[in-house]
């Protein structure tokens, strides 16, 4: 076996969970080594959508201008009848709360050549691809405790010869079969779904009827999901028994019957230039959450944490998540010595918004394929009742990710309208910075932030300047009001921005400091030092 190195983060699987991870790591200094069994990307589409919030994390990894230029936005979902009758629209708007439209459509191999070249570009990254990993194992000699080293052995392609290398942290996003998973001891905690569909993914130049936004087929015996996802390229996914085949003459008259409510395929026609179909795969598609995702510095991030039907399209942005919500806590600690237990806070904030999403997802999939029975009938007509309700639907696609539950960095206070902020992400909108428009993240940097609307106290500029965090005035924003009337609706005259942009904490109207400090400072080893406030003239500046 060869001498072992060591990286601060190992990074297990170069999906765009992995990579995203590393880039976003390297945003906070962090150097990395991400490892992949494969040479170059999957070439073949997978994933297909994403909402404004990964459009946002696309951005804090350094590629969202790209992306735009290759993603298409989507006007929603609609859930359909056996006879293709509206039974309830979700719209997605073109301006999202983000500042992106809420639903973009997109090509997974170009997403993640785009990753890949961004890492490419970062020194702080390093990617090897034709590895094997074969094994991960946490330090616990007892002399360096559960945040000891970690040992990652590994074989390349063509070779017998184990390596490993140490590394301060180890991010296992290595997929449904993670070996990682095995290696924490974790087991699947079944969610209640299972079922077997085949994914079509068609490039035609022929005239197909879309609506240009996702459409779910609730039907009993032929439930169905179909997109464009770009300018010729569409998507199709049929319930089908796995010996069902589509190729040869009576494939093709099978896929003819199946296409139909969507594009007219001459009879006789054989597959061609203007109806190719590039990829026809059968998926199971599973419900399922890890009981556990961290053992002393191994994490699981993507779908080695959990599994979630694609009837709603957050499978990928669940993963994203984790990554984003993860690696400013573990750059936290590894480079300014916060508290271990800040680690905690990953799974006890990401597994129960994943739960959410997965049962979310489970839910619609009941709606398309729940039995043939009078019930089965009588639920997709309540469904059809429910969401001609004003305010439903909009309240539905809100809750595609919902608050962060409460907790040492998530800090509500005892009255509701607190709930309002606490634990919500902080509004994107354009601002007007020296003359340029830019985003509002792209003004804030890669760390903490406190936005207010009045001059801020001594003691807000302590836990300003103890977290190296920009004060900055809304009024100094120069953006359409949004900020100033997403505050007021918070009854609050200041929030606390996590690097994540996740609201940490608020000063409620008229109070002059934090409501929380107490709970989340011992985990940043943040003290909370009276200090002399002065204003600040730009919402560039990083000191209070």
Same mark, same amino acid.
């Given at each position: ?353 994943? /739960?959410? =999403?997965?049962?979310?997802?489970? *839910?619609?999939?009941?709606?398309? @394929? $729940?039995?043939?029975?009078? &019930?089965?009938? %009588? ?121 994540? /942009?996740? =609201?940490?904490?608020?000063?409620? *109207?008229?109070?002059?400091?934090? @409501? $929380?400090?107490?709970?989340? &400072?011992?985990? %940043? ?20």
């Amino acid at each position: 076996m060869s001498a072992a190195s060591r990286r601060p983060v190992v990074i297990i699987g170069a999906g765009p969970v992995g990579v995203t991870a590393a880039l976003l790591l390297a945003r906070h200094g962090v150097r990395s080594l991400v490892l992949e069994r494969h040479q170059d990307i999957y070439p073949l589409p997978r994933a297909v959508a994403v909402d404004d919030e990964i459009r946002r994390i696309l951005q804090s990894a350094g590629i969202h201008e790209e992306f735009a230029a290759r993603a298409r936005p989507a006007r929603g979902l609609r859930l359909l009848d056996a006879r293709h009758r509206l039974i309830a629209e979700f719209p997605r708007s073109p301006h999202g709360h983000h500042g992106f439209p809420q639903t973009s459509m997109f090509d997974q191999p170009e997403l993640e050549r785009l990753l890949r070249d961004a890492l490419a570009r970062r020194p702080e990254c390093e990617l090897r691809g034709g590895v094997e990993v074969v094994s991960v194992t946490q330090d616990t000699d007892g002399t360096t405790g559960p945040a000891g080293p970690v040992r990652v052995t590994f074989r390349r392609d063509g070779s017998d010869e184990e390596e490993h290398v140490w590394a301060d942290a180890v991010l296992g996003c290595d997929g449904a079969g993670s070996l990682t998973r095995d290696a924490i001891g974790a087991v699947w905690e079944d969610l209640h779904f299972e079922e077997s569909w085949r994914v079509i993914d068609v490039r035609t130049s022929r005239r197909v009827r879309t609506w240009e936004g996702v459409e779910q087929i609730c039907c009993p015996t032929r439930p169905a999901t179909f997109m464009r996802v770009s300018e010729e390229r569409y998507r199709w996914e049929f319930r089908l028994p796995e010996d069902e085949s589509l190729d040869g003459p009576d494939g093709l008259e099978r896929l003819r019957d199946l296409v139909a409510p969507w594009v007219d395929l001459p009879q006789g026609a054989l597959p061609g230039d203007d109806f190719e179909v590039i990829r026809q795969a059968q998926y199971t598609f599973r419900a399922r959450l890890a009981d556990r995702w961290r053992t002393g510095r191994i994490f699981l991030l993507g779908d080695a944490a959990h599994l979630t039907p694609p009837f709603i399209g957050q499978g990928l942005c669940a993963g994203l998540r984790d990554a984003h919500n993860l690696t400013w806590k573990l750059a936290r600690v590894l480079q300014q010595g916060a508290d271990e237990e800040l680690l905690d806070t990953y799974e006890r904030e990401r597994k129960p918004h994943a /739960r959410h =999403v997965i049962r979310l997802a489970v *839910a619609v999939g009941w709606a398309m @394929t $729940g039995g043939q029975d009078r &019930a089965a009938a %009588l639920r997709r007509a309540l469904v059809s009742a429910a969401c001609r309700i004003p305010g439903v639907t909009a309240t539905v696609s809100r809750d595609l990710s919902p608050a962060l539950t409460a907790g040492p960095l998530v800090r509500c206070r005892p009255r509701p309208v607190a709930r309002v902020l606490a634990g919500t992400f902080c509004p994107q909108p354009w601002v007007i910075v020296d003359g340029r428009r830019m985003r509002l993240d792209d003004t804030l940097g890669d760390s903490f932030a406190v936005l207010t609307t009045v001059p801020p106290t001594p003691q807000v500029a302590a836990v300003a300047a103890a977290l190296g965090a920009p004060v900055i005035r809304v009024q100094d924003l120069r953006d359409d009001g949004t900020v100033a009337a997403w505050l007021a609706r918070g009854r609050a005259d200041a929030v606390l921005l996590r690097p994540d /942009r996740v =609201v940490m904490d608020t000063v409620p *109207a008229g109070t002059g400091d934090f @409501t $929380g400090t107490a709970a989340w &400072a011992p985990l %940043l080893h943040t003290a909370h030092r009276p200090a002399r406030a002065r204003s600040v003239p730009s919402p560039r500046s990083t000191t209070p």
